[in-house]
Protein backbone atom coordinates (compact mmCIF):
# COMPACT_ATOMS: atom_id res chain seq x y z
CA UNK A 1 0.00 0.00 0.00
CA UNK A 2 1.57 2.82 -1.00
CA UNK A 3 1.77 6.15 1.39
CA UNK A 4 -1.04 8.37 -0.57
CA UNK A 5 -2.97 5.56 -0.58
CA UNK A 6 -6.27 6.25 2.00
CA UNK A 7 -6.56 3.27 4.82
CA UNK A 8 -9.56 4.63 6.54
CA UNK A 9 -12.90 6.14 5.09
CA UNK A 10 -11.76 9.48 6.36
CA UNK A 11 -8.65 9.11 4.69
CA UNK A 12 -10.59 8.50 1.56
CA UNK A 13 -12.98 11.23 1.94
CA UNK A 14 -9.94 13.57 2.71
CA UNK A 15 -8.04 12.35 -0.44
CA UNK A 16 -10.92 13.12 -2.43
CA UNK A 17 -11.31 16.64 -1.18
CA UNK A 18 -9.69 19.28 -3.90
CA UNK A 19 -8.97 22.32 -0.87
CA UNK A 20 -5.66 22.82 0.45
CA UNK A 21 -6.46 23.19 4.09
CA UNK A 22 -9.01 20.78 6.26
CA UNK A 23 -9.47 22.06 9.74
CA UNK A 24 -11.02 19.23 11.45
CA UNK A 25 -12.61 18.46 15.59
CA UNK A 26 -11.12 15.54 16.98
CA UNK A 27 -12.72 13.98 19.95
CA UNK A 28 -10.76 11.01 22.07
CA UNK A 29 -12.40 8.31 24.13
CA UNK A 30 -11.16 5.71 26.78
CA UNK A 31 -12.24 2.12 26.43
CA UNK A 32 -15.26 3.42 28.74
CA UNK A 33 -16.20 5.51 26.07
CA UNK A 34 -15.79 8.64 28.18
CA UNK A 35 -14.55 11.68 26.48
CA UNK A 36 -11.26 12.27 27.43
CA UNK A 37 -10.29 15.17 25.31
CA UNK A 38 -11.21 17.43 22.67
CA UNK A 39 -9.18 19.48 19.69
CA UNK A 40 -9.03 21.22 16.74
CA UNK A 41 -6.14 20.90 13.89
CA UNK A 42 -5.68 21.56 10.62
CA UNK A 43 -3.16 18.16 10.18
CA UNK A 44 -4.61 16.18 13.01
CA UNK A 45 -2.78 13.33 12.24
CA UNK A 46 0.43 15.42 13.48
CA UNK A 47 -1.32 16.66 16.50
CA UNK A 48 -2.24 12.98 17.51
CA UNK A 49 1.95 12.26 17.57
CA UNK A 50 2.58 15.68 19.20
CA UNK A 51 -0.21 14.77 21.84
CA UNK A 52 1.74 11.05 22.30
CA UNK A 53 4.81 12.50 23.04
CA UNK A 54 3.38 14.75 25.77
CA UNK A 55 0.09 13.55 27.62
CA UNK A 56 0.41 10.99 29.94
CA UNK A 57 -3.57 10.28 29.46
CA UNK A 58 -3.05 9.29 26.37
CA UNK A 59 -2.13 5.40 26.57
CA UNK A 60 -5.78 5.35 27.53
CA UNK A 61 -7.06 6.66 24.02
CA UNK A 62 -8.94 3.53 22.29
CA UNK A 63 -10.28 5.88 19.60
CA UNK A 64 -10.60 9.13 17.89
CA UNK A 65 -13.66 10.76 16.27
CA UNK A 66 -12.44 13.06 13.67
CA UNK A 67 -14.88 15.69 12.00
CA UNK A 68 -14.01 18.02 9.57
CA UNK A 69 -14.89 21.39 8.67
CA UNK A 70 -14.24 23.66 5.78
CA UNK A 71 -13.30 27.04 7.57
CA UNK A 72 -11.07 27.82 10.81
CA UNK A 73 -13.68 29.80 12.86
CA UNK A 74 -16.36 27.19 12.32
CA UNK A 75 -13.91 24.25 13.71
CA UNK A 76 -12.97 26.62 16.84
CA UNK A 77 -16.79 26.85 17.12
CA UNK A 78 -17.33 23.42 17.18
CA UNK A 79 -14.57 22.47 19.72
CA UNK A 80 -15.23 25.18 22.34
CA UNK A 81 -18.98 23.69 21.94
CA UNK A 82 -18.14 20.42 22.37
CA UNK A 83 -15.61 21.48 25.28
CA UNK A 84 -18.39 23.35 27.09
CA UNK A 85 -20.97 20.75 26.18
CA UNK A 86 -19.58 17.48 26.78
CA UNK A 87 -17.17 18.39 29.41
CA UNK A 88 -13.87 16.19 28.63
CA UNK A 89 -11.85 14.90 31.21
CA UNK A 90 -8.17 16.62 30.00
CA UNK A 91 -9.12 19.47 28.73
CA UNK A 92 -8.48 23.26 29.71
CA UNK A 93 -8.86 25.31 26.79
CA UNK A 94 -13.05 26.83 27.54
CA UNK A 95 -13.35 24.60 30.33
CA UNK A 96 -12.55 27.15 33.02
CA UNK A 97 -15.67 29.27 31.52
CA UNK A 98 -17.87 26.08 31.63
CA UNK A 99 -16.96 25.02 34.83
CA UNK A 100 -17.26 28.51 36.83
CA UNK A 101 -20.99 28.33 34.81
CA UNK A 102 -21.89 24.75 35.84
CA UNK A 103 -20.51 26.01 39.67
CA UNK A 104 -22.44 29.10 39.44
CA UNK A 105 -25.76 26.91 38.32
CA UNK A 106 -25.26 23.80 40.75
CA UNK A 107 -23.13 24.76 43.48
CA UNK A 108 -19.93 23.16 44.54
CA UNK A 109 -20.75 20.11 45.00
CA UNK A 110 -20.88 19.32 40.93
CA UNK A 111 -17.06 21.12 41.05
CA UNK A 112 -16.12 18.39 43.71
CA UNK A 113 -17.90 15.93 41.52
CA UNK A 114 -15.65 16.39 38.55
CA UNK A 115 -12.51 16.73 40.36
CA UNK A 116 -13.61 13.79 42.28
CA UNK A 117 -13.95 11.85 38.31
CA UNK A 118 -10.74 13.52 37.33
CA UNK A 119 -8.84 12.01 40.17
CA UNK A 120 -9.99 8.74 40.20
CA UNK A 121 -9.62 8.12 36.49
CA UNK A 122 -6.24 8.96 36.64
CA UNK A 123 -5.68 6.73 39.68
CA UNK A 124 -5.49 8.86 42.53
CA UNK A 125 -8.60 7.40 44.05
CA UNK A 126 -10.34 4.60 44.27
CA UNK A 127 -14.04 3.58 44.24
Same mark, same amino acid.
Given at each position: ??????????????????? %??????? =???? !?? +?? $??????????????????????????????????????? %??????? =???? !?? +?? $???????????????????????????????????????
Amino acid at each position: MSKTQATTPFCAWLDGLRI %TTVYSVY =KMYD !ET +GK $LLYVGMSEDVRRRLREHRKEKPWIENVVAVEVTPYLDKN %TALEAEA =KAIQ !ED +GP $LFNTAHRQRFMLERTTQFGLALLFEALDDIHRHIGLLRD
